[in-house]
């Protein structure tokens, strides 16, 4: 069964790929120890504090744990014990299925460092704590469920004070359910790096220790820039340096690879709809956006989250990712994406609709209000063109990628977009306004003949738009999307449920096939195995204890 979950673990991986999309990482040449050490070096020496939430505590102790185990930092045991300590007197404050899993994932790592008086701790907070039945976000059924089902596997004797549910009082079913449900249709919570960390992570716990059964952890396998800032959220990367697993190198090779452009489809039946979701990569930007099925919106789940489009680029420092969208603001102020809106997007250009009644009530939750559309524009450009308020255009250079927006409005951002993306070395000049001028003055040419409008005051709003290669883009908010005048059809049988230059799997697929080069991996999920040409398989680092 072990085995079964590395395999399961290893699909995750190979799924998340395309999260790398934020910062394309040609160009690093550090290896995953160089990288570990500088996780290592930074989380060991900080005491989390408790005052927020207590979910970090128990990777943090990991990283001074670890640092006194391998790098022989004597002084880094007491501090790891006495984290352990303050996070098990606080394992039940705000959301403990954070706690409950990364408490069962530190124990049943270090238990052996912990000393009997903290190992008799540990064993009573996890048994008497009375929220395994809490569980009300997709990321808090694995942690619940993860922890709630170890537990029983390392005290089968002991009486738990709450079960996963009455139905499934272990876990045990629940995890079985949603492997199965994540092969073959994909991700929840699929478009954030943040929560991939929370359905990775006890993936990776269950697969190191059952028995029977975010983005910073893709920076540490696969390579990256140094974080600028050293949030909490980045401390789950210890756990991955603690686990003994090292990925595959037909994934380093795939997850490095920013030597051409490429296109990635992928298909995810979320909580809330169905996602079709396209990335544009190159070695120095990138375009997504995703398409929704609208008639099952209302269902409920994350759209207060959901990221529908960006360009997201590789940047020394500042931000280094645009975009624009009408506001959820359910659960953060002028985030998340709401049913009034529609994209199409073909490589590196994007279209937009955007169709907000009046008086409206913002996304599934009803709770808010909100007439605009809002912008999010990385400041101190290495060189700009603002027209925004005679054109409805903005021109942005940002050393390795330039951005066109053209608004139909003015900026009174309630009309139709186009943006378009190229890299600068597309357009002569030596400086950057002078290539920023060539860029404009390419996307403006014969505008009146790219560009068609005339459909936008209509109960279903259109926009065409012509690209500088001569593509015919045409969306119709909520009704159809056009590339070169051939409709795209948004089904599960149409759209792959993971499809780039080195992956596919068909939505509901039993298989999973990885190329490159010469070597292959294919995944059989119904006999779940792994057949693989280079014999490049999981590598299993031997415990420091």
Known sequence: MRHFLHKLANTLLAKCLAL?????ISGDSSTFDERAAEVIQHFSGVDYTLNATPKYTFFYAEAKF?????NKVTSRLAEARAQVNAGLSNLNDKDPPFQLWRAVDCYLRYQHLYGDALKRKTQKSLLSSPHYDYHN????????ATARYLVSELWPEETVASGYSTSDPTGRATLLAKMESFVRTGATEHNSSTYFAMHYGPLRTLADFAKAAGASTLRLYFGGPTPSNWNSELVDAVQAICSPYRPPKIFISIAQDRTTEYVHRETHDDVATYFYCTTYMTPEYALFSSHEEYSRWGRGGGMDQVQRWMVSFRRDSGYCTFFLLHPNSTKASHLGATEYEQVLQSKNALIGVSNIPKNNVVGHKGQNASNHIRGWVPENPDAKINEASTSGQIFLHYGNVMIALHLTSTFNWDGFSTVFTLPPSSYAGTRAIEQLENFKSAFISNWDTRVNT??????????????????????????????NNQTIEYTQEAWP??????????????KLTITYGDATRLYDFNNWTVNETDQSAPIIKTSPR
Not at 137 to 144: H, L, Y
Request: proline share 6%; hydrophobic share 35%; net charge negative.
């Open 66 to 70: 670890y640092d006194y185990e391998v």
């Open 497 to 510: 449920l993971l499809s780039n230059p080195w992956i596919h799997q068909d939505f509901q697929g039993d």
């Open 137 to 144: 976000t997709q990321n808090k059924i694995w942690m619940a």
């Open 20 to 24: 790398l999309l934020a910062t394309p």
């Open 454 to 483: 005339t459909g936008i005051n209509v109960p279903a709003p259109k926009l065409v738009y012509e690209t500088l290669d001569g593509t015919r883009l045409e969306t119709t908010y909520r009704e159809t999307d056009k590339i």
